[in-house]
């Protein structure tokens, strides 16, 4: 058997190169095609009729007006659904097309096939759905004494055994609450079905897992899974709204129904009811410490509102609760976590999946902490910080780096920004012009989250790629094949990195993602790089293996620049010489190491692959009278294990962090009594240019063994600390308490 | 309705156009042009900027008719293809400044038309030229960048 002794040297437009994306050129010229890009033939435009009530039962839908409606080729309603009536990610209750009650406003009641747009909105609005109103369940708290519970996750543990009374010399409380967040994305769900010969459907869709997008629809439609083709379309990004099924069924069922191609493009209000949002919380907190600021105990009670159907809250629930307490050491932690039904909109994944809730809580309390034993905030978390080797409050020992104390520190240790100038528009407001400074308060905060990486609690977590090497134009090509779904964080990109990498070739092509090869499972938790990335790897070594065996030698041989190298450094043969034979393919299934389901009393379990760890430092400055804020800056310090990208590395920091000050100052879906008010860009504020600052980013590689290349999952992580960090410095710019997200205006210039 | 304009420097018809679709929808699915995007349908994320008669606009905001005898530009007309980006183009790929993508072609057309007026913007005049542009990838950092590098090129 050949073996390769030495490391993989850094190849050209290899791992740890800011390789340029392979769809950067199409990108930036327009032609890229997204999922509402598509075009074919005689293609039909899709429609969908929503219920405008939360909670109602639908006593007649009357389709008449619609069907006379010039232009229109199909109405469907639930009695159209061939197959299962429902779908839905861990559990399948979310109906296709409602029949009999609709349990959210936005629900999907009918739908319409036209051949314009237009045609088909306004045969939507004459379908009569006549409801019976009921009163909708929106209040969280009210759901769970119905009973209403998704999940509850408990995770106890403690330091001596029996369960002793929690008590410390400081005990500092506080009750939380972070409101609904949504992705907006740019990119709004849409998608192109198209009839097959076979009976089947072909499906370009933007999604996140197009393996299980398959298995939902295809049991929808009633037809055999490899009767539904999927191929990812252009996705312009995810942040896990796409993780849930949106128009895939909807179109399919319009297509097979017509026999044409059917395309749905939801506009921006329809998309605010076409995905799940981030889980609303309320957070109860208790933090028992020492006089020198040693945690002695944590207890949480933490409530997520799950809306009206399951999704994804179940593993939201297990996130908040398993990483409840942050990245301290805690000896005794009493945590529970309970996800809830209600008639709100449905939550299920977004960035950051449960950590983020939690970490606005745990953050905010180790700030009150700091106050109440005398320590500065960063002081008081070095105290605290987990390092490997340390105890999760699940009994998990962190078994990698976990670089805490250095990510706090790295943050404080950055030189602070100067005062702000003259120019207007750098102070609070803006161009607005409503400050020349007078009011103006400076305020510095801090914080710091942690995330696991890759599927939890024992699920069967893999990915699979498919490497292919052959002579192109008479030098070695590599085609790398997988399923998963690049949605913008670069995917594609890292694939060829490391094709490149492990094979020394340079001409490396990543074909469109699609069903014709394994599942990659879904672009997120912060998987991608990690399982995909692994699974390239191991397909490409086995491809190594398999085209270094033609040698027929069986010392050390390596790859480089498309020649087959001895240890010596001596040239031994090239790979268009060993590929002459032909062409070596190989297709690999990889998995990172089990992980465990948790107690479901004591939560105690390895339940965790890999955690990650972000640190942020945020400087505002507040107008105390008009309760406006500017984030002057934010520092930020991350452990990514392995840069794979550095430059993607650093976007992917950027971004999140972003998205962690929307929820902190901008973003949220107002729903009252089960209704959303602001369904538009106009009314639901994402950060513009001029809301972020600028931000310097501290990347460290600490290596985890356990990982392909010794590498930490990136995307999450820096959305979940920026949120406190922004708030702990308004805090201390105000010295209010500030226990909601968003901070509003009015919590700070009509704050009592 | 028939509608007539010169688009990317080719005079361009499109007939049986319903009074109430946009620039915008023109361009995108009569013809077919589909780098202007649609990401809100009321003028606030920017990534439908093209410009009209030389000026940016919104082409969800613009009634296809008003279009009619005029000349429009898109991010496809920018450069002249692979082989020859434009600088803004050629920026934005090097500092990484693109990730999903959506918000592209509205910001190029943006900062295009921000740096023929101001060939030297400071940090907040860039900021301020492009508060109509949303991304929700990035967090902006690497379009600062780009706009930078391609008014240094």
Known sequence: MTTLTREPTTVAGGVGTNAPR??????????????????????????????????????????????????????????????????????VDQPVLAAGEVRYEGEPVALVAADHPETARRAAARIKVEYAVRAPVTDPEEALS????????????????????????????????????????????????????????????????????????????????????????????????????????????????????????????ESFFGHVHRHPARLEYEHGADRSGKLVYVKARIVLDGGAYTSSTP???????????????VPTVVVDAYGVYTNNPPCGAMRGFGAVQACFAYESQMDKLAAAVGLHPVELRRRNAMTTGSVMPTGQIVSGPAPV??????????????????????????????????????GVGYAIGIKNVCFSEGFDDFSTARVRLSVLGGEPAVLVHTAAAEVGQGLVTVQAQIARTELGVSQVTVATADTSVGSAGSSSASRQTYMTGGAVRAACQAVRATVLARTGRSDALSLVDGKVVASDGSVVTSLVELLREGDVEETVQWRHKPTMPLDPVTGQGDAHV????????????????????????????????????????????????????????????????????????????????????????DVLERGDPDAPYGLRGVGEPPTISSTPAVVAAIRAATGLALTRVPVRPDHIALAP | ????????????????????????????????????????????????TVYLDGLPVCACLVAAGQADGRTVTTVEGLGSGEEQLDRVQQAFLATGAVQCGFCTPGLIVAVHDLLARDPAPTDPDIREALAGNLCRCTGYEKIMEAVRLAAAS
């Open chain 1, 22 to 91: 392979p769809d950067g050129i199409l990108k930036v010229s327009g032609e890229f095609a997204y999922s509402s890009d598509l075009w074919a033939d005689e293609m039909l435009w899709g429609a969908t009729v929503r219920s405008p009530h939360p909670s109602a039962e639908i006593r007649a839908v009357d389709i008449t007006g619609a069907l006379a409606v010039p232009g229109v080729y199909a109405v469907l309603t639930a009695a159209d659904v061939p197959g299962a009536k429902h779908y839905g990610l861990e559990v």
């Open chain 1, 146 to 269: 119905r009973g209403d519970l998704v999940r509850h996750v408990p995770v106890h543990r403690f330091a001596a055994a029996g369960g002793e009374a929690l008590t410390a010399d400081v005990v500092v409380t506080g009750t939380y609450e972070v409101g609904m967040q949504d992705q907006a994305f740019l990119g709004p769900e849409s998608g192109l079905a198209v009839p097959a010969e076979d009976g089947g459907i072909d499906l370009f869709v933007a999604t996140q897992w197009l393996h299980v997008d398959q298995k939902q629809v295809a049991a929808c439609l009633g037809l055999a899974p490899e009767q539904v083709r999927l191929r990812l379309a252009g996705v312009g990004g995810a942040f896990g709204a796409r993780e849930d099924l949106s128009m895939q069924v909807h179109a399919s069922l319009l297509a097979l129904h017509t026999g044409k191609p059917v395309k749905m493009v939801y506009g921006r209000e």
């Open chain 1, 315 to 329: 593993a939201v629930v297990a996130n908040a609760a398993t990483l409840g307490v942050g990245p301290y050491d």
């Open chain 1, 405 to 442: 104390d250095e990510l706090l520190a790295l943050v404080r240790d950055r030189p602070l920004p100067a005062p702000a100038a003259g120019d207007p528009r750098e102070r609070p407001g803006g161009v607005a012009n409503t400050t020349r400074g007078e009011g103006v308060v400076r």
């Open chain 1, 610 to 697: 890999q955690y990650a760890f972000a640190a942020h430092r945020a400087v505002v400055d507040v107008d105390t009278e008009l309760g406006l804020v500017r984030v002057v800056e934010i520092a930020t310090a991350q452990d990514v294990g392995k840069a794979v990208n550095p430059q993607a590395v650093v976007g992917q920091i950027q971004g999140g962090t972003a998205q962690g000050l929307g929820l902190a100052v901008m973003e949220e879906i107002q729903v009252v009594d089960g209704v959303i008010r602001n369904p538009s860009f106009t009314d639901y504020l994402i950060p513009t240019i001029l809301d972020m600052p600028p931000m310097e980013v």
């Open chain 2, 1 to 48: 309705m028939r509608v007539t304009c010169v688009v990317n420097g080719e005079t361009r018809q499109a007939d049986d156009v319903w009074p109430g679709e946009s620039l915008l929808y023109v361009l995108r699915e009569r013809l077919g042009l589909p780098g202007a995007k649609n990401a809100c349908e009321q003028g606030e994320c920017g990534s439908c």
